[in-house]
């Protein structure tokens, strides 16, 4: 059965975060008034703005710059985010690069869209470089990487001084592991030559922030660590709506065999194919059944990786891929264990949501993201990428003794919609002026 997340904290909470992966986050209380608190034994630190101390419903519109091109988890967290600055009392006014995927229907009524009418990022910078110099913003927050770099090519065409806050929720180093020396180069440089006229990057965990300074060479008080606002508050009652599945419908016997959970894109990162090979190896132990949510260019794959275990695929087997599920949420409270097999991340949003709802877990240790989220394993095992016999054990294990709900609850309060949303909202109108 679902259960509820943890609640706001009344604190106003800085945080002070070692860059270092191998360094769980740590925590200093303040009051706002205070100036921030630096470590000096952290090489480079960031700091979570403090909560907003009102909404100002007064406050100038903030604009965002997106491209809804998928069903990933970008988007998601995305109108996450727009949800809680409206809750705020700011209006928001959402400029499109692209504007299709199922998340783009999530976008509150009261969000002003802009289309810019370009299929990719680089074809948007005249038409997002005349919209900066008619509206003349004070500031601009934008997602991704590629849509970040054309924000800075249209101010400097436009001529603005409109400030430049880029999200980034990706751990790039991890992403390109393995490419030809040529491919990271050609990658690498554009974020080198653009990313220094930013006014600030947003990242989303400590390993992200690490990340992105080595590659880009910007100063830690450019780069600032803010949580993804995961956890919304209609997050219990969509996990207390039926799931769709027969497994985990309600009346399934008390004798069924446990349900794992995994989701994400059928892609490359979500490494699915080690989680096949592991489940295969745990089923030689034990009964179990394994869902993986989410659509993608892998799924023939692993259908085809599925035959070649031994696993039988469908509703009356016991591996199946039910696609994409607009709430996710009733499936993972309801399983027995929930896995992420990533071979890199920037902060896992799925993973986040199946703590919230009290559910034992199983991570990758990929960077980055799982180890600052589990707190070196404290809230659930780490394993080594792509190792299916370690996945297998660990998966075992925690089904064999799992951790108190409370107590994985508790891991992720940071991650709440409203608290994330504050710090946004601080830290964009915080800025100075002058660059």
């Not at 945080?15 to 034994?41: G, N």
């Not at 436009?158 to 020396?181: D, F, H, I, K, Y």
């Not at 095992?381 to 299916?388: K, Q, S, T």
């Not at 016999?389 to 709440?416: C, F, G, I």
Request: with cysteine; proline share 9%.
């Amino acid at each position: 059965m679902p259960v509820r997340s943890a609640g706001n904290r009344s604190e106003t909470v800085q945080m002070v975060t070692d860059w270092r992966p191998a360094v769980v986050p740590r925590v200093i209380m303040r009051h706002p008034d205070q100036a921030p608190t630096r470590l000096a034994s952290a090489p480079a630190a960031v700091c979570l703005a403090p909560m907003c101390s009102a909404p100002r419903s007064n406050a100038a519109p903030i604009p965002i710059l997106a491209s809804f091109s998928g069903a990933g988890g970008v988007e998601r967290m995305l109108v996450n985010l727009i949800e809680g600055l409206l809750a705020q009392g700011r209006a928001v006014e959402l400029l499109l690069i692209r504007a299709e995927g199922p998340h783009l229907a999530a976008v509150p009524a009261a969000v002003h869209r802009v289309p810019l009418g370009a299929r990719h990022a680089l074809a948007a910078v005249p038409a997002l470089a005349r919209w900066l110099r008619r509206e003349q913003p004070a500031a601009l927050l934008v997602a991704k990487d590629r849509a970040g770099r054309a924000a800075v090519l249209a101010r400097a065409l436009a001529g603005t001084r409109t400030r430049l806050l880029l999200r980034l929720g990706t751990n790039l180093s991890a992403a390109m592991a393995g490419r030809p020396a040529a491919v990271r180069v050609l990658r690498y440089a554009p974020i080198r030559l653009l990313y220094p006229h930013l006014d600030q990057v947003i990242a989303v965990s400590a390993g992200v922030a690490a990340d992105t300074a080595r590659i880009a060479g910007l100063p830690p008080t450019r780069i600032s660590v803010i949580r993804n606002p995961v956890l919304t508050p209609g997050l219990t009652t969509q996990a207390a709506l039926p799931c769709p599945h027969p497994w985990l419908a309600a009346g399934c016997g008390q004798d069924a065999p446990p349900v794992i959970v995994a989701a994400g894109r059928l892609e490359r990162q979500k490494d699915f194919p080690t989680l096949l090979r592991a489940f295969a190896g745990l089923r030689r132990q034990r009964p179990a059944r394994l869902l993986i949510l989410g659509e993608g260019g892998g799924r023939a794959g692993l259908e085809q990786l599925a035959g070649a275990l031994g696993l039988r695929l469908g509703p009356a087997g016991d591996f199946d891929l039910p696609g994409f599920q607009s709430n996710p949420y009733s499936f993972f409270a309801r399983a027995h264990l929930f896995v992420l097999s990533s071979a890199w991340e920037g902060s896992p949003n799925a993973l986040t949501e199946a703590l919230a709802l009290g559910i034992p877990v199983v991570a990758t240790d990929c960077p980055s993201g799982p180890r600052e989220l589990l707190a070196h394993g404290r809230y659930g095992p780490l394993v080594p990428v792509g190792d299916a016999d370690a996945l297998a054990a660990a998966m075992a294990a925690t089904l064999a003794d799992p951790l108190p709900a409370t107590l994985l609850r508790a891991a992720v309060h940071e991650y709440q919609r409203d608290l994330s949303a504050a710090r946004y909202l601080a830290l964009i109108d915080g800025l100075p002026g002058d660059r």
